[in-house]
């Protein structure tokens, strides 16, 4: 008698089918072989598989095969594609009035929604943070940016395992994951090869990473990851970022599509535009030759005529004044003029640039035939407009990170350079608050729309019957999670990967989509960074500008700080402060602000700056905490000065031991960072040599008199610290074998900051040349055993 096959309590799990933006839950279905039908429960994530029994039959013609577990999304959710835009403000993507041609975003939005009244938290690591959350950035530990992370819940810089991404969400319901280009939510001192590993990108729901580890990056050389391995730099002379993410985004949604047609992809696309520097082909810069000589103070009466004219604003929409510390365009020099129309040039020129390139990734998803069931979120802008290029802006912008004031005449010398790979600029703040049109701020002041305001786009036929309408519901960044979830029918997910969730605290904008007059569903929204303040509820908006982003130091304490008070029903661009008038509202919105600041772990308030730069008094980890030297081993590149022992205000030696082939060598054994501001110690003609780097504006080399002699040799540098403050000079001393073979003077040092990207590298010295004395990598060509670096104390003051 034939053996019969074991009956199974589970099977095929299939997904039920709920139109778009549906109100009911989605659950998975299991199939049992008596047609039975089990669901799943979506809210416990991952899914779990069926647990069949184990078979008795002993021979395989005689059974039958249990049916295959499958996860699937919902047969009609969507594509999603999330595009954010970098340090843009609301006034200057053409799309919403500005001055800067994106005609990606304009047909989009032509072809969809516009979003007049969608907010960020005005900087971009928390901004992100909520974005791909669906949580407020305090409840991701996201305070502030991740390299002025604290010991305090609410800025740790470490998002929590409740707080799970919906790009996890997303991945585990079936969908292809992938993000390209800006990743700042990563713990600082975890971007290396020994982790922790678990807030990198491909370790937070992303099957697919390509892009850089920080705030920004060199355009022309970026320090990249695939996943979690480090990218060979290119060396195409025409290489540009913008370019490249856009191919490998482009040919990652292709290989999806081919294999795998009917599985929903979620691309989060963040190009480091156009964030400092502003880096851009020159043919691109050529194209707004001339079109800002108006300055600023004209560019912000024309944006907003524009701005009328498209319905982004209100007809009876004020210009709200601009800062008392920015100066009016009538009143500068003829070189002031003339350098600050270049730089916004040069910026526009990026913007129209990054919209042009993402136009290739909209136009490929097309192709595949995709784009009407492609879900569309276009951010213009994770903050406001950057004003930390100061009142004259930058050719370099690590003078700003070491405290380094640039004049009109430095920045001068490099005007024709400005946008090209031997710059790293950014244009003046008077640029910045016309780019927050028709608001008084800009990125950094969480208590204005100047700060948090950002215009978006929404594009998606298959769920949007409008075309070319504007929204003005109220709503934040913390929404589009959920309105992701809501119209791919999936349910918010109580459990992620075992951990308990803290529910999103964000809401769907879907009811939007259908509904132009609909009431508005975000109600109350905190503001905060860095002390700067603000509460929304219910139309009103009160809030402090504690310091402002030029600004050294706070203007009060944050207990005598000065609160504004705006209606905003009435008042688009807070032009008319009512906190004079209204100071029973003021209170009322001041204590809301501390239930909201205790509710979300925004308390203590942390207005420090430079202090929350050093890990040490921050109170967040360091890797080298404690320690006085550190070895290094040839191929160890990539190391960020997050992850590198400091160097920095510090007496120092560097002793590397290598071996030099018969015909001799040359090649750089250990540099840290590159061409506008580093240090490097190589071999070049055979002689060892040693070349400081300041600020990409001085050079100090120190050569040995002999060639290396063949065979194994120890080459110590040592660095003797003037002491007395930070940034000052020393004297330098090479030594080949223990004999002196160099010295030399080292005026000045950096004191605070190298590069954001570019890290320390053993035998070479990739992206950026610390010296033009040698062309990248200049890969060391004998063998290096060992490099010890060792700190010593300074001179002492005479």
């Known amino acids: ?136 950035h305090h409840t991701n530990n996201m305070g502030s940016i991740t390299e002025m992370a604290t010991a305090f819940p609410g800025q740790t810089g470490q998002r929590p395992n409740n707080v799970a991404p919906v790009a996890e969400m997303l991945r585990l319901n079936g969908y292809s994951t992938a993000a390209f280009g800006k990743s700042h939510e990563t713990a600082a001192w975890e971007v290396s090869p020994s982790g922790p590993t678990d807030r990198w990108p491909t370790r937070s729901g992303f099957d697919k990473f390509y892009g850089f580890m920080g705030g920004e990056t060199n355009q022309w050389a970026p320090l990249l990851y695939d996943g979690m391995t480090k990218v060979e730099p290119s060396k195409d002379p025409n290489y540009h970022l913008m370019t490249d993410m856009t191919d490998q985004a482009i040919g990652w949604m292709q290989f999806q599509k081919s294999l795998t047609p009917d599985k929903p992809f979620f691309i989060y696309f963040a190009p480091g535009a156009t964030h400092a520097p502003h880096q851009v082909p020159k043919e691109w810069i050529a194209k707004y030759k001339g079109k800002f000589d108006q300055g600023w103070d004209k560019l912000r009466e024309e944006t907003l005529v524009r701005q009328k004219k498209l319905g982004v604003v209100p007809a009876d929409t004020k210009l709200a004044p601009k800062p008392e510390a920015i100066k009016d365009w009538s009143t500068l020099s003829a070189d002031e003029k003339k350098l600050f129309a270049r730089q916004m040039e040069v910026f ?73 790979p031997k710059t790293y600029g950014h244009y003046a ?10 608001f008084t701020w800009t990125k950094q002041v969480a208590s204005s729309y100047g700060g948090t305001r950002n215009g978006m786009v929404v594009h998606w036929p298959k769920g949007i019957a409008a075309k070319g309408e504007v929204r003005s519901q109220w709503h934040h960044v913390i929404d589009i999670a959920p309105t992701i979830l809501d119209a791919a029918s999936l349910p918010e997910p109580r459990i992620v990967n075992g951990t308990p969730q803290t529910p999103i605290e964000g809401v769907s904008m879907g009811y939007t989509f259908t509904d132009p007059k609909a009431a508005g569903r975000r109600i109350t929204q905190y503001f905060e960074i860095l002390g700067n303040r603000a509460i929304y509820h219910d139309g009103w908006l009160a809030g402090t500008v504690h310091r402002a982003p030029w600004e050294a130091k706070p203007r009060t304490t944050l207990e ?39 509710r979300y772990s925004v308390l203590p308030i942390d207005d420090r700056t430079l202090e929350r730069l050093t890990a040490g008094l921050a109170g967040r980890p360091d890797l080298m905490a404690g320690r006085t030297s550190l070895t290094v081993h040839q191929g160890m590149t990539g190391m960020s000065e997050n992850v590198f022992i400091n160097l920095k205000n510090q007496s120092h030696s560097i002793t590397a031991d290598v071996e030099i082939p018969k015909n001799g060598a040359n090649g750089v054994i250990l540099a840290q960072a590159g061409r506008f501001g580093g240090w490097s110690l190589y071999v070049k003609d055979g002689k060892p040599t040693y070349t400081y780097n300041w600020l990409g504006q001085q050079r100090y080399t120190i050569v040995g008199k002999q060639a ?82 060792e700190l010593k104390e300074a001179k002492k003051a005479q």
């Open 1 to 136: 008698m034939k053996q019969k096959s074991i009956a199974f309590a589970l099977g095929l799990l299939v997904s039920t089918a709920l139109s778009p933006l549906s109100a009911v839950p989605a659950v998975a279905q299991v199939t049992a072989p008596a047609n039975a039908m089990l669901p799943a429960d979506r809210t416990v994530l991952p899914i779990p598989e069926p647990q069949y029994p184990h078979s008795t039959v002993f021979d395989v013609r005689n059974a039958t095969p249990p049916p295959r577990f499958e996860v699937k999304a919902p047969p009609s959710a969507p594509n999603v594609l999330i595009v954010l835009i970098d340090d843009m403000g609301f006034g200057q993507s053409s799309a919403f009035g500005g001055p800067i041609l994106m005609p990606t975003v304009e047909r989009l939005a032509n072809d969809g929604l516009r979003y007049n009244q969608f907010h960020t938290t005005a900087l971009c690591s928390p901004t992100r943070a909520a974005l791909l959350s669906g949580r407020n």
């Open 348 to 420: 526009a020129a990026f913007g129209e640039y990054a919209d042009t390139e993402i136009g290739r990734l909209i136009d490929a998803i097309k192709a595949t035939g995709q784009l009407d069931n492609t879900l569309i979120f276009y951010v213009v802008g994770d903050n406001g407009a950057s004003a930390e290029g100061g009142m004259t802006g930058l050719f370099n912008e690590y003078t700003y990170f070491n405290g380094v004031t640039e004049s009109v005449q430095d920045v001068l010398k490099h005007y024709d350079e400005l946008g090209g």
């Open 429 to 438: 703040a008077g640029w910045a608050v016309a780019g927050s049109t028709p």
């Open 560 to 598: 005598n700080d000065k609160w504004e008070l705006y209606d905003t029903r009435s008042d688009f661009s807070l032009a008319n402060d009512l906190a004079a008038m209204n100071p029973e509202k003021l209170k009322e919105l001041q204590e809301l602000f501390l239930k909201e600041a205790v």
């Open 708 to 789: 290396l002699p063949a065979g194994k040799s120890t080459i110590r540098f040592e660095f003797a610290y003037d002491g007395n403050g930070v940034g000052k000079g020393g004297d330098a001393t090479i030594f080949v074998n223990g004999t002196k073979a160099a010295t030399g003077r080292i005026e000045k040092t950096q004191c605070c900051a190298y590069s954001a990207d570019e890290g320390a590298d053993v035998g070479a010295d990739e992206g950026t040349p610390v010296t033009e004395a040698y062309k990248v990598p200049f890969k060391f060509t004998g063998k290096i055993d060992k490099v010890t670096i």
